[in-house]
C-alpha cells in the first residue's frame, strides 16, 4: 500500500546542531509539505514543493531548509536548532489533481534542549 | 495573524447526539475549505471539504455549512460515535496548494 512515513519518530538534540528530519511518500504525488503544530496555534506551514527541484517558503520558514532531488523525499533541515524549533513535525503530500487533499504523515517529535 | 481560527478549544457530546464544530477566516481570498481528524499520536487525516460556490456538503454522518457572507463555516456530525472523539482541524486554502490551519477543537464524545 503506498503511504507517507517520517523518521526518526523522537528526537531530542542540543541547542546549536543540525538535524535533519526524514519525509518519503510512495504515492508519486508532486506536491509535499512540511508543518509544525504547536498548542494553540494549530498547523503552521514550513515549506512546500510542487515537484522536484522546486521548493518554497512557508509562513514559518527561519531556521529551516528543505531540498526536492526525487519525487519521493522532502527532508527538512535545521541548520542550527533553536528551543524554539522544539514541536511536532508533519509532513504531508498530495496528487496534482487534488491539490487541496492532503495525506500527512504519522509526525516526528523534535526535542531541542 | 492567524487567518482560520476555531474559538472553541473543545467540546463535549454524548453517544448519539449532535456535534456542532465552528470555524471563521479572515482571508476573503479563501475558496475551499477542509476538516481534518487528527487522534493522538498519528498525523491528520482529510475528512470533508467544501469549495466556495457551495454552502453545503454532505459525506454520511458528516455535514458542512458554508457562509461566506460572514466568513464562517461548520462542522456537523450526527450521531457522535465515541470514534469520533479527536482533534478537529478547520483549513482553508486560496487556490494555491498552501492550507491555513486552526488551532484545534478537541471532541469528547461521552458514553
Known amino acids: 500500500d503506498a503511504e507517507i512515513t517520517q523518521s526518526p519518530r523522537h528526537k531530542i538534540t542540543e541547542t546549536g546542531r543540525q538535524v535533519t528530519l526524514a519525509c518519503h511518500q510512495t504515492w508519486n504525488h508532486n506536491n509535499m509539505f512540511w508543518y509544525r503544530q504547536d498548542l494553540g496555534h494549530g498547523l503552521r506551514l514550513i515549506h512546500y514543493s510542487y515537484g522536484v527541484q522546486d521548493t518554497n517558503k512557508g509562513e514559518v520558514s527561519d531556521g529551516y531548509s528543505v531540498s526536492r532531488s526525487n519525487t519521493e523525499d522532502l527532508p527538512l533541515t535545521l541548520e542550527s536548532a533553536a528551543s524554539s524549533q522544539t514541536s511536532v513535525y508533519f509532513c504531508?503530500?498530495?496528487?496534482?489533481?487534488?491539490?487541496?487533499?492532503?495525506?500527512f504523515g504519522p509526525g516526528t517529535r523534535l526535542t531541542v534542549l | 495573524d492567524q487567518q482560520v481560527k476555531q474559538n472553541s478549544p473543545s467540546l463535549s457530546v454524548q453517544e448519539g447526539r449532535i456535534s456542532i464544530l465552528n470555524c471563521d477566516y479572515t482571508?476573503?481570498?479563501?475558496?475551499?475549505f477542509l476538516w481534518y481528524k487528527k487522534y493522538p499520536a498519528e498525523g491528520p487525516t482529510f475528512l470533508i471539504s467544501i469549495s466556495s460556490i457551495k454552502d453545503k456538503n454532505e459525506d454520511g454522518r458528516f455535514t458542512v455549512f458554508l457562509n461566506k457572507s460572514a466568513k464562517h463555516l461548520s462542522l456537523h456530525i450526527v450521531p457522535s460515535q465515541p470514534g469520533d472523539s479527536a482533534v478537529y482541524f478547520c483549513a482553508a486554502t486560496a487556490n494555491d496548494y498552501k492550507l491555513s490551519f486552526g488551532a484545534g477543537t478537541t471532541v469528547t464524545v461521552r458514553a
Open positions: 482571508n476573503s481570498m479563501f475558496d475551499y
Open positions: 504531508a503530500s498530495s496528487e496534482s489533481n487534488r491539490p487541496y487533499e492532503q495525506f
